[in-house]
């Protein structure tokens, strides 16, 4: 490292030699430099001069090869003082740029600046940069006693094309544990802060390096891959699911872990684990759920008020240098606070990046499932980033969901931006899937009922085809037989009731006409009956059935018989005790026969 | 049912059973037949696919049965086809000189199969089917089928907390099925009078128990229902058709009661009640027809008073829900309530123990995709399942000698142990240890299965060894073995300075040897509430050229290390 220093340092003399580019000076640069995180983040405020008499519009901002490498974000914002606003409508277009006779070992953005800059003019500006993966631990493997030491590298002087007039840099450092660090000439420390500087006067392409070796027990979490899925439905929801691949980016843990020791003193031993982690999701997010392949992880807590939602997330282990998990989650949005349109065309305005703070995320693919149905798809993004496009094919899905999937890599929490996602859609379509449902059940049904009344057996003419034809006529021909034979006993039970009436009212004639009535019916019926049971002959119920309309003459007759006795006794006036004597044996047989034909009914009535 | 469990005997061996039932009380059919032969065949053929089963389908006693009434219901149905083709003379002239030779060659038959079931040493029965026919015969001779708690005959509680109000139905469903004893009810009778008996042995076999008890209690709840509502129903008809009872025989000015009419005609309804008592269905739907008074009469007397049937109506309505509130207790606390993630109440609320997942998940994220898990064999499927890692044993025990390995190298010294993981390729060992927040099923007390199985097949392990005066103990009265064995050391590694004594809470006691260190493993991994702990095999020790004699005995795989030492002037273990 030391050795590679050293060439760095060669090389960025040797740079000194090359002529500078241009005439602008750079007249005041601070830069502050926070450690304090695992994601390096470098904040500078130039002022830049115009010394020489052409006019000037671009600012060329120049990195060393090893720091643009690790570089995630690069903004720069005018200068408002106090007050600093990031906000990104006003920042400054930078693009990387090439220029001829620059060193290879250097990366350069130029920064156009919103008016060009005249002969004596000057302009303040901000520059701040992101990198990952800037801190290296040193030693790479601890034990699980040990504290985690990270090393950092920079250049005391600000590395520019430009000479600088004044400038000062200071380090801010998570705490004063402080293992060595470069000593320069003004370098002073204030508790967790180095400072360097004040210098005056440093030419352009001048290097100073610093090292910068200290305690660290910040989370180093590091998701290696990230894959946000955001479904859009418009019943009014959007499904966010986040399947992170973490590992913990520190040195790595060597030896034993000890559960014990973790558990006795865990800010010694095991200080450079992390045990949790927070997500700020956005306000009414839903139906939050944190699991992974081996079902629902129980520790986590979500606090919720009408700004945001916390989401606070334990890994199922405490996370040691190198130690990697794998967890899912995933969130409901009100789909309004999301979806808006605009000229026709629906948007969807959602971050791009992870809800968790201060996660270095390798590689984020972000995919938005987008409504069956949906044309037109283009996506804006602040930054640049990858995309294309694929088909999910999910539930009731015909041609597969529209999927735009956008990849970047090397994301930190600055790409948290608002992207958006602009498609045409037709309410309708949203009509699509239900109708589906309930055509699919109709015709389901529908064919149900065709099935049970169609007659759907192949050959019409096999035996067992026409024999159940046949048993099916039977049968009906045994219905019309029975209700024939009902209708009979209810004649009977008419003739009955005439008869009681006749006790009660001594009305003959009443009674003869109810005689007459049944037996017109009683022929009719036996009519009837006749070509019915010409066509049971054959079939093998055909005893019974003869059986039950023998029985059921047997016991018409002694209807009639009784019927007559009683007529008689009543026309020869006869004393009621004395018909009864006489109707007594009749009417045995009479119950007796009836039970016998009941019995019979029942018994068909079951074939 | 072959492919999910071998629970699957019992079936092939019940059917067999109803069929030779059937054609011993003479109910051979052509159906029987139809329903039973493809059965024998198509199923033989069937499970014969199935990779664990094989050929052991024609070749195990178990299986035997189902080939013997196979036979059987041949001859039976050749004997039935022989009947009707010949002349009742005839059939007696065949009978004769069929059954004496048949009996002939049945003897030699029998003979030859007498034999070479004796000949095997488990008379051709697997370890299970021979401790459910004889239970004592597992803790006698197979450790591994009696170490699992499954194994045991359960407890009078455990029937009512499983199958509960049933347990009292099931007679009165057993009664029912007697009433008329059909093909049907003889085999549900035949089933719950086996079940009970298998489960009575083996808590697992509950399993086969609870469809039959659902089977028979059901029939006795839709009998009593049948009664029940029957009554009611006649009662309520039977009210509208009093009156036209009455009003007959008031024409006859016969002043007669209601129950004086039902008292005359009792004599000879019931007589007549007897002949067509065979299906009670009848009568009933009798009853319901108003125009059959003199039936509804006969009906009367079968029936229950109203208020009776009602209420027992609603008891039984009430029983049933209190079944169905029962049932939703059990199945959420005891049946679904996953072994692997234990809660306990305390007065702040639930507390979660997902201890298991911890491991399995740390062992999935944090080691090799090749390295290989030593645990005993009860965690073998979790382990695949859910850390995706190789596994030594698991819960397929049919591999007895390499559980035995396992078991084993758990009851042996560490150094030992670690020769045997080494030659397994194992990586870590995992135990399950519950001594630090009372998680009773935990690893120690499994221990002396382990010592148990590991003895079978080894028999430099032996029981005894572990005992103090016979009593299994890991307090300071315990022997030397037990407090050097691999299992004590990775179970209490450093327990001792969780609370200064080593109490364990399982066993109630302070543990025997408090403080040692580990020279072969080294600890990877403890969950939260210390309930799993992996433990990570030491690399192979350098060999030094002076010392190399001595681990000449070694299995290890230290091939190329004599030469790298001899460059090393120091090794670093040592």
Redesign the interface.
């Known amino acids: 490292m030391e050795s590679f220093r050293f060439c760095f340092l060669m090389l960025t003399i040797a740079i000194l030699a090359s002529p500078a580019l241009s005439d602008l000076v750079l007249s005041k640069v601070d830069r502050r430099i926070y450690l304090t995180s695992h994601i390096v983040r470098i904040s500078s405020t130039m002022k830049v001069e115009n010394a020489g008499s052409e006019k000037e519009s671009k600012v060329l901002l120049a990195f060393p090869e090893q720091q643009a490498k690790n570089m995630a974000y690069l903004i720069a914002t005018p200068h408002e003082g106090k007050g600093k606003g990031k906000n990104p409508v006003v920042a400054l277009p930078v693009e990387a740029a090439n220029p001829k006779d620059m060193p290879a070992a250097l990366t350069l953005y130029s920064v156009s600046l919103p008016k060009g800059l005249a002969e004596g003019d000057s302009f303040t500006f901000d520059v701040l940069a992101v990198f990952t993966h800037a801190l290296r631990p040193i030693p790479e493997q601890i034990t699980q006693a040990d504290i985690q030491l990270v090393l950092y590298q920079d250049s005391a002087h600000y590395l520019s094309p430009y000479a600088v007039k004044v400038q000062s840099l200071s380090v801010k450092l998570p705490d004063s544990r402080i293992e060595s660090y470069t000593k320069l000439e003004n370098t002073k420390i204030h508790g967790s802060e180095i400072k360097y500087g004040p210098y005056e006067n440093i030419p352009s392409f001048s290097y100073s390096p610093i090292a910068v070796h200290f305690e660290s027990n910040l989370p180093f979490a590091v998701a290696h891959e990230l894959v946000r899925e955001i479904e859009i439905s418009h019943w009014g929801n959007v499904q966010v699911t986040e399947h992170y691949k973490l590992i913990h980016g520190g040195a790595q843990s060597k030896?034993?872990?000890?559960?014990?020791d973790f558990q006795?003193r865990p800010n010694v031993r095991g200080a450079s684990a992390f045990r949790y982690l927070v997500a700020n999701l956005p306000p009414r997010a839903h139906s939050v759920y944190y699991r992974?392949?081996?079902?629902n992880?129980?520790?986590s807590h979500l606090r919720g008020d009408s700004k945001k939602t916390e989401l606070l997330i334990e890994p199922?282990?405490p996370m040691f240098g190198g130690?990697?998990?794998?967890f899912t989650i995933g969130y409901g949005l009100p789909l309004q606070d999301f979806l808006f349109e605009s000229d026709g065309k629906r948007f969807l305005n959602i971050t791009f990046s992870s809800p968790m703070v201060e996660l270095v995320i390798d590689a984020l693919i972000v995919k938005v499932v987008l409504p069956e149905g949906s044309s037109d798809i283009s996506v804006a993004a602040p930054f640049p980033v990858e995309q294309w496009q694929e088909t999910k094919i999910s539930h009731l899905d015909i041609d597969g969901r529209p999927v735009v999937v956008l990849k970047k890599t090397n994301v930190v929490p600055e790409h948290n931006q608002f992207f958006q996602v602009y498609y045409h859609f037709s309410q309708l379509s949203m009509l699509r899937e239900p109708l589906m449902l309930i055509s699919g059940f109709f015709f389901f049904f529908v064919a149900c009922i065709v099935y049970m009344h169609a007659d759907i057996s192949i050959s019409k003419s096999s035996a067992s085809y026409l024999a159940k034809q046949q048993w099916e006529e039977v049968q009906a021909v045994i219905q019309q037989v029975q209700n024939i034979i009902?209708r009979c006993?209810?004649t009977h039970?008419n003739l009955?009731a005439s008869?009681?009436d006749l006790?009660?009212t001594g009305n003959i004639q009443a009674c003869k006409a109810a005689r007459k009535a049944a037996d017109g019916l009683l022929k009719e019926l036996s009519k009837e009956l006749k070509p019915l049971l010409t066509f049971l002959q054959s079939s093998p119920s055909a005893a019974q059935v003869e059986e039950l309309v023998a029985k059921e003459r047997e016991l018409q007759e002694k209807v009639m018989v009784k019927h007559s006795t009683v007529v008689d006794g009543y026309e020869k006036k006869l004393g009621?005790r004395d018909i009864?004597n006489r109707v007594a044996l009749q009417q045995q047989k009479l119950?007796a026969l009836?039970?016998e034909v009941?019995?019979l009914l029942?018994f068909i009535d079951?074939i | 049912m072959v492919c999910s469990w071998g629970g699957y005997t019992f079936i092939i061996n019940l059917i067999p059973m109803h069929v030779l039932l059937c054609i011993v009380t003479g109910r051979f059919s052509s159906r029987l037949y139809i329903a039973y032969a493809p059965l024998v065949v198509l199923g033989t053929l069937l499970a014969a696919l199935v990779p664990v089963v094989g050929f052991n389908a024609v070749m195990t006693s178990e299986h035997f049965a189902s080939f013997l009434v196979f036979i059987i219901i041949h001859v039976v149905a050749f004997v039935y086809y022989i009947k009707g083709i010949l002349s009742p003379k005839m059939f007696k002239v065949a009978v004769t000189l069929v059954v004496s030779v048949g009996l002939a060659v049945c003897c030699a038959v029998i003979a030859v199969l007498i034999a070479l079931v004796a000949s095997s040493p488990t008379k051709g029965w697997s370890g299970r089917s021979l401790s459910l026919l004889d239970p004592t015969y597992a803790s006698k001779y197979i450790p591994i089928i009696a170490s699992v708690s499954e194994h045991q005959p359960p407890t009078w509680p455990s029937y009512f907390m499983d199958i509960n109000v049933l347990a009292f139905l099931v007679p009165a469903g057993i009664i029912a099925c007697f009433l008329p004893l059909s093909d049907a009810s003889s085999f549900v009778v035949l089933y719950i009078a086996t079940s009970v008996y298998f489960s009575g042995v083996m808590v697992r076999l509950m399993l086969v128990l609870a469809p039959a008890a659902c089977i028979t209690s059901g029939i006795a709840l839709s009998q009593a229902f049948d009664v029940f509502t029957g009554s009611i129903k006649f009662q309520l008809t039977g009210a509208s058709s009093n009156t036209e009872v009455d009003?007959?025989e008031t024409?006859?000015?016969t002043a007669e009661s209601q129950t004086d009419a039902v008292k005359t005609e009792k004599p000879e309804e019931t007589a007549?009640n007897r002949p067509?008592r065979k299906s009670k269905k009848?009568e009933r739907?009798?009853g319901e027809k108003p125009?059959?008074e003199?039936?509804a009469e006969k009906k009367r007397l079968l029936a229950l008073p109203l208020e009776s049937s009602v209420i027992s109506l609603l008891l039984l309505v009430l029983l049933g829900a209190f079944y169905v509130v029962h049932c939703v207790w059990a199945a959420a606390e005891a049946y679904s309530a996953p072994s692997i993630?234990l809660t306990s109440r305390s007065h702040d609320g639930l507390h979660?123990f997902?201890d298991f997942?911890?491991a399995?998940?740390?062992l999935?994220?944090?080691t090799d995709v090749d390295d290989k898990v030593a645990s005993w064999w009860d965690y073998g499927y979790q382990t695949t399942?859910?850390a995706n890692r190789t596994v030594i044993v698991d819960n397929n025990t049919w591999n007895n000698t390499h559980i035995a390995t396992v078991g084993t190298a758990m009851s042996s010294p560490e150094r030992a142990a670690w020769e045997i993981f080494h030659s397994l390729d194992v990586k870590y060992v995992l135990v399950v240890f519950g001594g630090l927040v009372g998680y009773p099923s935990d690893d120690i007390n499994k221990f002396l299965w382990m010592v148990r199985i590991g003895g079978g097949v080894f028999p430099h392990i032996k029981e005894p060894d572990y005992l103090r005066d016979g009593q299994y103990r890991i307090d300071s009265q315990a022997t030397p073995t037990m407090l050097n064995c691999l299992m004590y050391k990775l179970s209490y590694y450093?327990f001792v300075?969780?609370d200064g004594k080593g109490f364990d809470r399982v066993r109630q006691t302070e543990i025997g040897k408090k403080y040692f260190k580990l020279t072969h493993f080294?600890?990877?991994?403890?969950?939260?509430h210390?309930m799993v702990r992996i433990y990570k095999l030491k690399p192979p020790k350098n060999r030094i050229r002076g010392k190399t004699k001595k681990s000449k005995s070694k299995t290890s795989s230290t091939t190329s290390s004599p030469k790298r030492s001899g460059t090393k002037k120091k090794n670093p273990w040592q």
């Open positions: 030896g034993e872990f000890s559960r014990l006795a992974d392949e081996i079902g992880i129980s520790t199922r282990y130690w990697r998990t794998a009902s006993l209810t039970d009955e008869l009681r006790s009660r009621a009864e119950t009836r039970q009941d019995d029942e079951e | 009003a007959a024409s006859s000015s007549k067509s009848k739907e009798h125009s059959t003199a039936k993630v979660v997902d997942r911890e399995y998940a740390w999935r994220h944090n399942a859910m450093r300075e969780t080294e600890e990877a991994f403890t969950t939260h210390w």
